[in-house]
């Protein structure tokens, strides 16, 4: 699988100089070519975050479609003082990846395929990966405490339930809510301080 | 409506995970509806949580970016929210209109929907299954304890359930849902606290409005859920909710 004729390469994000906001105006508008250009600028991000948590990739594909519909039917709903764009839209993509997975639809397959049908797609991972962000949020999720960060990304990429996640790390619920909470301020610290 | 279980703060961070089940997630959103220091808190700890969607980009295959511009190209956009806006933002809004309200009003103006409505049921049922159903919504309409209430869908359009406590059943008609393709049909489900039931297909639209469904069985703590399904309907969603209702207990 290679890139796209007259795709870019995945957006960096968050995206300096990239706004989506304006662009989206035009979309609530229901201007096609302002959507096509939100498309080629989030695609690659939706989709890879899709496919980390559905892993799945032809139901990664169809929640990707959901997404990018969602876009396009609620963009004049987007409030750019509440939040950046990018947000936004990655705020709509995990929240239906989970979806996805907690139907049950997607439960009974993704772990037997996980292993299988990941490998191709690593190759342009690679090559499109956007390392910089990548890389501080990777640091910042190091300094947590093991519990807050197993609580958070089990959460996160597992698509777990808090319940869940209390189950798989064999502590009390209460806990987990807590962990979670104090995990993402911390991180949400870490990564405010620019370092 | 009572709360069921007291929400405490601590959810905050679950809540930006999407590590809620959808019954904690509208209670919790219930919450932030009247808690402004917990809706700051979110919403700081939302911009963190979206931080971690910075995983390695993956270009999606050329057919769905095919697909999604053809499907955006026949798709109805939402409206912009106005003034009263309340919704979380991406999230269906679950808006209360007037429960408890003016029940007897509102039940002759789904009285006269259902005579109207029975038009068009007659060519799709029997004699004297229409009377049987017709007198199953007459009962809960009736009912001493009947509760109106209504949701709008994340899509477009909206439900309308009348509820009896005392029968364990309501009556649900929906109005404006996005038309469906052959094939696909809207079902109904009751989520809550046990397992999510199915509850029935809602009936072909007539100029937009569905023509009632009785619902029985229904459950303290249950909701009301609605998701597109084959046309044959599933028995579990394959879907997310296009509109959740949460019903009063």
Request: contains cysteine; charged residues 20%; glycine residues 8%.
């Amino acid at each position: 699988m290679g890139m796209t004729e007259g795709q870019p390469a995945a957006a960096p994000w968050p995206a300096p100089g990239r706004d989506l906001a304006p662009l989206l105006a035009l979309v609530a508008r229901g201007d096609q070519a302002a959507f096509a250009t939100v498309y080629d600028h989030s695609a690659a991000l939706v989709f890879g975050l899709v496919r980390r948590v559905v892993r799945d990739p032809a139901q990664s594909e169809e929640v990707t479609q959901e997404v990018m519909l969602e876009v396009w039917r609620t963009a004049s709903r987007f409030d750019p003082h509440r939040g950046s764009a990018m947000a936004w839209l990655m705020t709509m993509a995990h929240r239906r990846a989970v979806d996805r997975v907690r139907s049950g639809l997607a439960a009974a397959q993704r772990e037997t395929r996980a292993a299988v049908a990941v490998t191709d797609y690593d190759v342009v991972a690679e090559e499109v990966e956007t390392r910089l962000d990548a890389q501080r949020v990777r640091r910042c999720l190091d300094s947590l405490t093991e519990l807050q960060r197993e609580s958070v990304t089990l959460a996160y990429y597992g698509g777990y339930t808090y319940r869940e996640v209390a189950g798989l790390l064999g502590v009390a619920v209460g806990t987990v809510k807590t962990r979670m909470r104090d995990g993402l301020i911390r991180l949400r610290d870490c990564l405010g301080d620019g370092s | 409506m009572r709360i069921r279980r007291e929400v405490p703060h601590t959810l905050a961070g679950a809540y930006v995970l999407d590590a809620l089940t959808e019954p904690d997630r509208v209670r919790f959103e219930r919450h932030l509806a009247g808690c402004e220091a917990c809706r700051q808190e979110a919403a700081s700890l939302r911009e963190a949580a979206g931080r971690l969607a910075a995983v390695p980009a993956v270009p999606p295959p050329p057919h769905v970016r095919e697909q999604v511009l053809t499907e955006a190209a026949r798709t109805r956009q939402q409206p912009p929210l106005t003034a009263d806006a309340l919704a979380g933002p991406g999230r269906r809004a679950i808006r209360w209109r007037a429960p408890r309200m003016a029940v007897a009003i509102a039940g002759g103006c789904i009285l006269v929907a259902l005579v109207l409505g029975g038009l068009f049921i007659h060519t799709q049922r029997s004699l004297s299954a229409e009377q049987a159903h017709n007198r199953a919504i007459a009962t809960i309409l009736n009912a001493p304890d009947a509760t109106i209430m209504s949701a709008k869908a994340m899509t477009s359009g909206s439900a309308t359930v009348v509820m009896s406590h005392r029968d364990h059943a309501l009556v649900l008609t929906t109005a404006m849902l996005p038309a469906l393709p052959a094939g696909q049909r809207y079902q109904v489900w009751l989520m809550g606290t046990r397992r999510t039931r199915p509850a029935g297909m809602l009936p072909v639209p007539h100029r937009g409005m569905t023509a009632p469904v009785v619902v029985s069985g229904v459950a303290p703590g249950d909701m009301v859920g609605l998701t597109v399904e084959s046309a044959s309907g599933s028995t579990v969603p394959s879907s997310a909710p296009v509109l959740m209702l949460v019903l009063p207990f």
